[in-house]
């Protein structure tokens, strides 16, 4: 554990800075450097800087080269990722994705995520603020209830980067990720709890925090009962707990719904991105919105997802552009025919590189709560219930004409309706990877496989394909963690 350690007495004290300088209040910090947290009010200072609300450096990106609604073509490819780029194995899906180059690049994953620094910060006030001074009771368990939301959160990515995808049959012996509830920066000899332990940890850090937290969003970066709430529900999707998804979907936009302080909507692309709408142009592209400003987020974690915008090094592959139709301003308006700085259009028909989500909200957002709520309710056979939720966002990303979900799809169609819109929706953003993970075993998505990135020559020809296999949908620990953490055992 002392790398992870290293990682986050490095990072703690300009995390905590970089936060508290967004206020005109200061915390007291000892000759050491150890940041003191003392009033209930310091507690809840440290959520409010923008560096929690930051999932950290080309994150998204990382995600986005795994996922299968990629390709790749020369020379962009080669230019961009360079030959000792982590990022070049995890688009190639190959078992040393992040051991490659020196030892320092087998962290990067975790590095460079932030999580583990969130991680021992949200541990800190769970464990310390009901001790704070000067703030009531209420506010107290509020901010804890807040940190517990947040930690739940995390460990819902951990749990989906380092294990495999849920499976109730073997979720008990499936390992999972380390459970670390203590802020301690000399805590060591950690080992992985199983998938059913962690996913359960989850569950009762958001059952425990959901009424304590308050009901409006004052702002996108603090976690809101409507968050949680969706959070919830998201969690029990990938458990295949449709039911319960649905009741906690349901109540999330309940609770939204009541909000009033910071807008929550949907944007309408028929208008926004009209001329002068908050999507009609600007020098990172045509969709642009800063997440903590965009009216669909619901809980901010930003993460980067530059280089795809600006390297051309991955772009949304044929197949997946396929799916939009004509009049489908997700596609017209969130990708282009051209590389980065050129006229000149890539050589392969359909590929496009993404433009305007240099950095996007990978927390909790409106368009996936609609989604989600639509795959529960056509996995539960209430097929009109998930045509309306389908049909609401449709309206708002095309001609209204072309909105209508067709006619006569039977349930198994709807479910796969479902995941195209989402295909649609999450293009190149690295949600797709995900959902890759969690379908892997679902018979209605047998026919999908096998999973495939194509790598392109100049002039368009296939100068390589990669497969993907069920060992790679999980990512490996570095050796050098390993070596610090050695009952911790590794993923294939």
């Known amino acids: 554990m002392k790398h992870i350690n290293y990682i986050i007495s490095t990072f703690l004290i300009i995390i905590l800075v970089l936060n508290i300088s967004c206020s005109d209040e200061f915390l007291e910090v000892t000759p050491k450097g150890v940041v003191l947290l003392e009033s209930t009010n310091d507690y809840d200072l440290v959520f409010n800087g923008s560096t929690l609300g930051s999932g950290g450096t080309a994150a998204a990106f990382t995600f986005a080269a795994r996922s299968v609604d990629a390709c790749a073509i020369e020379p962009h490819y080669s230019s961009g990722f360079g030959e000792a780029d982590p990022d070049r194995a995890h688009f190639e899906w190959t078992p040393d994705g992040l051991t490659l180059g020196n030892e320092e690049d087998g962290f990067r994953i975790l590095q460079r995520m932030r999580y583990l620094q969130h991680l021992y910060i949200y541990n800190k006030i769970i464990n310390e603020v009901l001790e704070s001074s000067g703030g009531s009771e209420a506010f107290k368990n509020e901010l804890r209830a807040e940190a517990?939301?947040?930690?739940?959160?995390?460990?819902f990515k951990l749990i989906n980067w380092?294990?495999?995808?849920?499976?109730?049959?073997?979720?008990?012996?499936?390992?999972?990720?380390?459970?670390?509830?203590?802020?301690?920066?000399?805590?060591?000899?950690?080992t992985r709890a199983s998938t059913q332990e962690v996913y359960d940890f989850i569950i009762n850090d958001l059952t425990t925090a959901i009424p304590l937290l308050k009901t409006s969003i004052d702002q996108r970066l603090r976690m809101s009962k409507g968050a949680a709430q969706a959070l919830l529900g998201e969690v029990y999707v990938y458990m295949n707990r449709y039911d319960e998804a649905l009741l906690q979907l349901?109540?999330?936009?309940?609770?939204?719904?009541?909000?009033?302080?910071?807008?929550?909507?949907?944007?309408?692309?028929?208008?926004?991105?009209?001329?002068?709408?908050?999507?009609?142009?600007?020098f990172f592209g045509p969709n642009f919105v800063d997440p903590s400003e965009n009216t669909e987020g619901v809980y901010?974690?930003?993460?980067?997802?530059?280089?795809?915008?600006?390297?051309?090094?991955?772009?949304?592959?044929?197949?997946t552009s396929a799916l939009f139709g004509a009049s489908d301003l997700r596609l017209s308006h969130w990708f282009v025919r051209t590389p980065f700085r050129s006229f000149t259009q890539f050589p392969v028909p359909g590929a496009y590189r993404i433009t305007g989500r240099a950095e996007q909200?990978?927390?909790?957002?409106?368009?996936?709560?609609?989604?989600?709520?639509?795959?529960?309710?056509?996995?539960?056979n209430d097929l009109s219930g998930a045509i309306a939720d389908l049909e609401f966002l449709r309206r708002h990303r095309m001609d209204p004409a072309d909105a209508p979900v067709p006619t006569g799809l039977s349930q198994d169609e709807l479910i796969k309706f479902v995941f195209d819109e989402r295909a649609r929706e999450f293009a190149l953003t690295g949600q797709t990877w995900f959902d890759t993970r969690r379908v892997w075993n679902d018979p209605l998505f047998q026919d999908k496989k096998p999973y495939t990135h194509t790598r392109y020559n100049e002039?368009?020809?296939?100068?390589?394909?990669?497969?993907l296999t069920e060992e790679r949908l999980v990512l490996q620990f570095s050796e050098k963690f390993l070596q610090d953490n050695p009952d911790l055992s590794n993923n294939p």
């Open 361 to 380: 909200n990978t927390g909790v957002a409106l368009p996936k709560i609609y989604l989600l709520m639509a795959e529960c309710k056509a996995r539960t």
């Open 162 to 190: 380092y294990a495999q995808p849920y499976n109730s049959a073997t979720a008990s012996s499936d390992l999972g990720f380390p459970i670390i509830t203590e802020s301690d920066v000399n805590l060591g000899g950690v």
């Open 459 to 467: 002039d368009g020809s296939v100068e390589s394909t990669f497969t």
């Open 148 to 155: 517990m939301a947040s930690r739940a959160l995390i460990y």
């Open 250 to 282: 349901n109540d999330a936009l309940t609770t939204l719904a009541s909000s009033t302080a910071v807008p929550v909507e949907l944007y309408d692309y028929n208008v926004t991105t009209l001329f002068g709408g908050v999507h009609s142009g600007g």
């Open 300 to 319: 901010v974690k930003a993460e980067t997802n530059f280089y795809a915008f600006a390297a051309s090094d991955i772009l949304l592959s044929p197949e």
